[in-house]
């Protein structure tokens, strides 16, 4: 028996417009749009020995994302490879992006999963342009963009949707949602193709109530173009819901939010024995594909029988209600406002071996270079990109972090384990990293003698016999600068910073069985930034510092050593598994 929905399931959130945008073959078109000429040629990006995507011209001739050059240049022998190892160029781009796509919101809503998806809601945008609707013209109607300014907009056809819509039979359907997603899908129309024509960039937009929603819908038409979901959304007497019709066939793994490791338990429930991984995927996905319709059908499905399967060492409360309401298609997280300083930044490179004293030394200069450069980039109020001097900062970090990832020893075999674990050592900031007028190399020299290779002393205190295969340096522990109790757009940034993680938290909620908060939706520049570092156990230290123990993290892929988006593991071992 099914336990009456309308007493489980948390309220749906119909009354918002989200936007989902994905911007197409991302990497790529960065490279496109220094070089246009590019466009016409089939091109594609490595990194190690795979191409990491490739455009569409060379998906025309057969290429796809995650193929190995080899494969690549058999398939396309005259495919343009270019080298993608360095993506601050695709952070750059990513950020450019975001400013204009945020610039087209009133709420400041606007929230960057990684470098190539942006969520907008645009409730209130969409509100105000039916509350000028005229009812007796609706063909001939007229969107606002900006309030203070009714010339500003685009003349639109209220009547109808723009683009494509889930189902494709776009039927009349009076109810109020219907009006809204309307006017939100030539929204979405609007600055989709105005965000191509001004930066050249084409994107696929998703149009729908949720992040959820909206995210998987846009994948319907890629690329360059859109999708709305449309309703019934309700599930009345009667009704066939479209979010539950649409949602039935998705594989649980692919369900954003539902992480590989739960989504394997729910398989394992359901199959009633382990799944077939021979054939199968290594990550996240088997053979044997269980869709949300099998689980939310199965007999004694219930929020509490999810709570149980799922029950384990750290899994958050109220996981169970959780997962049965993103099986409905319910999410009601917050689109997060968009943010005025990163809460934390972190420049990394791994090795194939760092075991000397003067090497490390090199190394940890370099990183110390990087990591004020680009917080300068990132925390110096200015317009202008590179040159901030003179500048203020709008937000500075009080804590530095200094994380290795130690190889360890050789085998009896002479074989060596894999090993993921990372030790870190914090302390405080010293101020002079703080100042504008001096020379970036000098502060980078003094920070490394004065501060670094004592906190590397407390993770390594043997002289040597040590041999790393990552180094970090990050800066947390974000505080207002003085005086600066308000940002640009007058919010106060210590409430903001509390604001936006209680919502990445809500997003990143389903986490797995260690109670990290690492799940499949943790953004590429999150975990660039330095956001996923897994904290496992903290220990004091006398000296007003201390050390944590990072637990696995999964940014280097363990078979070809590629520094993999977390958001693309699932794809990139895929890959591994074809390529078997
Ligand atoms: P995607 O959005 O998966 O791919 P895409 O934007 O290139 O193509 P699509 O048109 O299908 O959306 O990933 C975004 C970028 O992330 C992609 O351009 C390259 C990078 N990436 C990696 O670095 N490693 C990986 O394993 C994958 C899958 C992507
Ligand atoms: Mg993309």
């Excluded at 796809?64 to 160029?89: F, M, N, T, Y």
């Excluded at 004020?372 to 990132?378: G, H, P, V």
């Excluded at 937000?395 to 050789?410: E, F, G, V, W, Y």
């Amino acid at each position: 028996m099914l336990p009456a929905k309308s007493q489980v399931l948390p309220s749906r959130r119909d009354d918002r417009v989200i936007l989902h945008f994905d911007y197409d073959c991302f990497y790529a078109s960065v490279f496109e749009a220094e070089n246009p000429t590019l466009k016409a040629e089939p091109l594609a990006v490595q990194q190690k020995q795979i191409i990491v995507t490739c455009n569409y011209e060379a998906r025309r001739r057969g290429l796809r994302k995650l193929q190995l050059i080899k494969d690549a240049r058999r398939i396309c022998p005259d495919v343009i490879i270019v080298l993608g190892e360095d993506i601050s160029r695709f952070r750059d781009a990513s950020k450019t992006l975001y400013q204009f796509l945020r610039s087209f919101s009133w709420n400041d809503r606007a929230e960057r999963l990684g470098f190539d998806e942006v969520w907008l809601d645009i409730t209130d945008m969409i509100e105000y342009n039916i509350s000028l609707l005229n009812p007796h013209d609706l063909v001939q109607s007229f969107f606002v963009l900006q309030k203070d300014d009714p010339t500003q907009g685009f003349a639109f056809n209220a009547t109808c949707y723009a683009g494509p819509t889930v189902p494709d039979n776009a039927s009349t359907n009076d109810e109020p949602l219907s009006l809204r997603l309307k006017l939100g899908s030539h929204l979405a129309f609007y600055i989709r193709t105005e965000l191509e024509r001004r930066t050249g960039y084409t994107s696929t937009v998703g149009i729908s109530t949720s992040k959820l929603l909206s995210k998987l819908v846009g994948n319907m038409h890629k690329p360059k173009d859109q999708t709305t979901l449309i309703p019934p959304y309700a599930c009345q007497e009667g009704q066939v819901s479209n979010v539950e019709s649409f949602i039935d066939d998705y594989e649980i793994g692919k369900i954003p939010g539902i992480g590989s490791k739960l989504a394997h338990r729910i398989r394992q429930h359901i199959l009633q024995h382990e799944p077939d991984f021979e054939k199968g995927l290594v990550y996240g996905e088997t053979k044997e594909n269980v869709t949300v319709k099998e689980v939310r059908l199965a007999e004694g499905m219930s929020p509490e029988t999810l709570d149980k399967v799922l029950a384990g060492p750290g899994s958050p409360h109220g996981i169970g209600i959780k997962m049965w309401a993103l099986l409905h298609g319910v999410d009601d997280t917050e689109v997060s406002f968009a943010k005025a300083v990163p809460s934390q930044i972190s420049i990394e490179d791994s090795y194939i071996r760092l075991d000397t004293l003067p090497e490390l030394l090199k190394q940890l200069k370099m990183l110390s270079c990087r990591l004020i450069e680009r917080m300068r980039i990132d925390l110096v109020t200015s317009d202008d990109s590179r040159i901030r001097l003179p500048g203020k900062w709008l937000a500075h970090p009080k804590t530095i972090r200094l994380s290795t990832r130690p190889r360890l020893p050789l085998n009896p075999d002479g074989t060596r384990s894999r090993s993921f674990k990372r030790i870190s050592h914090s302390a405080p900031l010293p101020n002079y990293v703080l100042s504008l007028t001096d020379n970036i190399d000098v502060l980078a020299e003094r920070l490394v003698n004065d501060t670094l290779i004592a906190m590397f002393r407390k993770l390594h205190p043997e002289k040597a016999g040590w041999n790393l295969s990552l180094v970090n340096l990050a800066v947390t522990n974000m505080a207002e600068a003085g005086g600066e109790s308000k940002t640009a757009n007058g919010r106060d940034i210590s409430s903001m910073f509390k604001r936006q993680e209680s919502v990445h938290k809500e997003f990143t909620a389903y986490a797995d069985e260690q109670s990290t908060p690492q799940a499949e939706l943790v953004p590429r520049t999150k975990m660039e930034e330095g956001y996923s570092h897994l904290v496992d156990s903290t220990v004091e230290l006398e000296d007003n510092s201390w050390v944590e123990e990072e637990d696995e993290d999964n940014e280097r892929c363990g078979i070809c050593g590629m520094s993999v988006p977390l958001f693309a593991m699932q794809a990139h071992m895929r890959f591994h598994e074809v390529d078997r």
